[in-house]
């Protein structure tokens, strides 16, 4: 059996709607004859570009009217939507635990027949397959934009003075102990770390680049333990506090993001994502992000990049062709390029793409390839592992937080670990 959680069970543990309910179709087909298609997407934060592409669509178009929602709550907003048997057409979510939920789940459909598949980065189709609990047959999502994320730096202030981007995790404590030293109303690093989530930006960087990439999957075989991985990674996190403001837990997102701004650290350990928000504070603030250095060896370091957006298309779609038009329009290189400059994203897509300069330092990296996706995307939100980090930095007791994660990722996973272990049966 290729899942064992079904498109009933996720609609019935979501209060799924009576027995009976015709399933609804996935585009629909207007009295005028064109065929209406619409999309759901989670980025609200890019409501103005979608609605510029939307309006250049339809008007290029006469047989497909366009229609680009991206409402707040976005995904709790399809979820209800899955519960009625309402599907939109398209659905736009990033490549995490909600999407590889909706493919186990037999929501989505294989867009294998896809043409844009074609043109997807080879490393992000790889991140978006290894988000999925199990390998799965065919594809179920059209990258469009990624993000990355790693130590984002002050570039004019290294420049003047004379610091250079570390490569290893020795050299940049030695940085760290450096600016100390000589700039001392300058924090190395500012971490904010009252939100919770903020944690996890480093804790992925920094793991990302000292354990397997599969390490999830292993745990779930039954062939690992993450208290085999996780131990220096925790303690370097625990090394971080040495180097930020005081008291970090009392600071949070935005004010990190304001601090950085204002000059008061060199650096701030966070993704790409951020930079909206640091750039609101000052605009004229010129912003590198390089890799994190905790790879044993330098050329072994990774990126963290993930699938931030990607098509994905309702299972019942009963007109591909026209969804697949759709597709193909918002995936020509200079409609990506408008999107990925307004919102200072990395393409999914092949095409001789002009980057924002945030991403000169790592642009080798993306070349070649050598980006891995969020850790945090294979972790269940019920196991609230953000908190976890937040209470091992406050207490310092890495032996507690590696048996409560191990312990407490066999009680939240059981369905998923359940599902890899009949996969791995069944491949022996």
């Given at each position: ?67 680009i929602?991206s ?88 420049v ?84 930020a ?21 060199a650096?701030y ?69 408008t ?23 790592i ?66």
């Amino acid at each position: 059996m290729r899942r064992t959680l079904t498109r009933r069970s996720f609609l019935s543990a979501a209060g799924a709607a009576a027995a009976g309910l015709a399933l609804a179709g996935c585009v629909n087909e207007r009295a005028d004859g064109k065929v209406e298609v619409e999309i759901v997407s989670y980025k609200q934060e890019a409501v103005s570009i979608f609605e510029q592409l939307q309006e250049e669509f339809n008007a290029s178009h006469d047989d497909i009217v366009l229609t680009i929602n991206s409402p707040a709550d976005a995904v709790t907003i399809m979820k209800t939507r899955f519960v009625r048997e309402d599907y939109p057409d398209v659905i736009g979510i990033g490549g995490d635990a909600d999407y590889a939920n909706f493919v186990d789940s037999d929501i989505l459909a294989d867009v294998s027949d896809c043409p844009t598949s074609e043109k997807v980065q080879s490393a992000y189709s790889d991140i978006l397959k290894s988000v999925t609990y199990v390998p799965m047959k065919g594809i179920y999502g059209v990258p469009y934009v990624a993000n990355a994320a790693g130590m984002l730096y002050n570039k004019d202030m290294f420049v003047e003075h004379g610091w250079e981007i570390p490569e290893t995790w020795d050299e940049m404590i030695a940085l760290f102990e450096q600016i100390k030293s000589e700039e001392p109303d300058i924090y190395p690093i500012y971490l904010g770390y009252l939100d919770t989530w903020t944690i996890l930006s480093p804790w992925n960087s920094i793991t990302i680049n000292m354990v397997p990439s599969d390490l999830a999957f292993q745990v779930n075989s039954g062939k690992a333990k993450f208290a085999d991985y996780y131990r220096e990674p925790a303690e370097r996190m625990l090394q971080l506090l040495d180097y930020a403001e005081p008291g970090p837990f009392a600071y949070a997102y935005n004010d990190a993001c304001t601090a950085f701004a204002r000059g008061q650290s060199a650096m701030y350990p966070c993704g790409s994502f951020a930079v909206p928000q640091i750039l609101s504070v000052n605009p004229d603030m010129n912003i590198g992000l390089f890799a994190m250095p905790s790879a044993d060896n330098p050329d072994d370091r990774i990126v963290v990049s993930g699938v931030d957006l990607q098509w994905c298309v309702a299972e019942t779609c009963q007109h591909k062709d026209a969804v697949y038009e759709v597709i193909d329009f918002l995936s020509q290189q200079e409609n990506v390029q408008t999107y990925i400059d307004d919102q200072r994203a990395i393409p999914c897509t092949e095409g001789d793409y002009t980057l924002d300069p945030l991403y000169d330092d790592i642009l080798p990296f993306l070349d070649e390839g050598k980006v891995l996706d969020y850790l945090d995307h294979s972790y269940q939100s019920s196991m609230a592992c953000d908190a976890q980090l937040q209470a091992m930095l406050l207490d310092g007791d890495v032996d507690a937080f590696l048996a409560k994660w191990d312990e407490d990722w066999q009680r939240y996973n059981r369905a998923v670990i359940r599902k890899v272990q009949e996969y791995e049966e069944n491949q022996g």
